[in-house]
Structure formats: C-alpha cells, structure tokens
C-alpha cells in the first residue's frame, strides 16, 4: 500500500519520480526526463505532490501564456479593454499516479495551482489549459472552466473567480 499524499512543494531533483506511471507515457516521460532543464531554463515551474516524504505521486507545471481576445466568449470580452490579447497562466501538464487517482488529488494539484496564479503579483486574466483528451477536457469543465474558441480541448477560468 501506497502511503498517502501528505503535501504540495515546488519540484526538487532529488525526489523520487522512477516509479510514476499516470497512464500517459509522454506525461511519465516528462516528468523523469524533461522537467528539470525546462525548470533550469525557466520555461516551465513545477509543483508536485509527495507521498512518504519524498516519492512523486502527482505533478502540474506553469508558465506564463496569452490568451487573443478572439478566442474569448463575447460575455467576458465585453468586460475587458480591447486589447489584442490578455495575459495568462498555463497549466501545461497535470498528471497522477495511477496508484492515487480518484482519490481527490488531481483536483486538489489544480486547486493549489489556481491559487498559485491568483496571488502572483504579476497579473494574469485566466488559467489555461490544452487538455490532452475529450477525458481530460471533462476534468477541466467539471471544475468550471470554459471552452476557448480555438479547440474543444483548450480551456480557461478567469483569475478573479478564484480570488
Ligand atoms: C485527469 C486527472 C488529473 C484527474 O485526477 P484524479 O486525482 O483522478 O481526480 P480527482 O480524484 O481529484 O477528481 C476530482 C473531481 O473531478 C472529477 N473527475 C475526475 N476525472 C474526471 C473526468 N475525466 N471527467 C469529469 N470529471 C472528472 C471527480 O469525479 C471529482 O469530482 P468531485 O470533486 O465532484 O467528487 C488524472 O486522472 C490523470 O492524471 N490523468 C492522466 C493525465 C491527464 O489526463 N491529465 C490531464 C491534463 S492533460
């Protein structure tokens, strides 16, 4: 038995990823080859949820994006100053062990980064997301996001929801 996820910390080389499986290779791949140079380059910032101290059992990563005003709904953009577009947080990957899905952490990963976003001091409109599936799309609107016009599987919740 798999102890349970205890906290939420910025990732660190010297946790144990060897043994995460989320069911997607290229998420595993991420996480056990690619995150730490894109940390490095500060392409990406990533957060993990560790159980038994030290063993990776979910992960999500940030960075900064843009949104075009374009591919907002017309009931936000009629709120907003006619820019081209606004800024953005994105929520590039976010991935659970397989052993600790359904247990409320992949929704507790995403609450934890929403709140991240919203208490920056640099201003950002919205959390996005590019859903990697119709599956994962339905995560993200069963927690409120809403559907940008470019893709069915891009999605976005304003900031100020959040706060
Ligand atoms: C999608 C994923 C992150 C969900 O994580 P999880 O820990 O299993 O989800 P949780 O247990 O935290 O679920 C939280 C809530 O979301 C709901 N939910 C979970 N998966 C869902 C789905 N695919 N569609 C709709 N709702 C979903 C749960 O029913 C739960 O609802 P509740 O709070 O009302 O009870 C996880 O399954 C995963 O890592 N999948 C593989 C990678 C992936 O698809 N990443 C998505 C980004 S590309």
């Known amino acids: 038995m798999r102890a349970a996820p205890s906290s939420i910390v910025a990732f660190d080389a010297a946790y144990d990823r060897s043994t995460f499986d989320c069911g997607s290779g290229p998420l595993n791949r991420y996480l056990r080859e690619q995150v730490t140079q894109d940390i490095r380059r500060r392409i990406a910032a990533c957060f993990v949820a560790l159980a038994g101290g030290r063993s990776v059992a979910g992960y999500y990563t940030l960075s900064t994006a843009s949104v075009p005003l374009a591919d907002l709904p017309s009931d936000i953009t009629c709120k907003l100053p006619r820019y ?51 599956q994962a799309a339905a995560f993200y609107r069963h927690h409120g996001f809403m559907e940008l016009s470019a893709s069915s599987l891009a999605l976005f919740l304003p900031l100020a929801t959040v706060r």
């Open 84 to 134: 081209a577009a606004v800024p953005a947080v994105r929520m590039g990957r976010l991935a659970i062990d397989q052993a600790f899905k359904g247990q409320g952490l992949g929704g507790a990963l995403l609450y934890d980064a929403l709140r991240r976003a919203a208490r920056s001091e640099i201003a950002a409109f919205a959390l996005v997301v590019d859903a990697k599936d119709d």
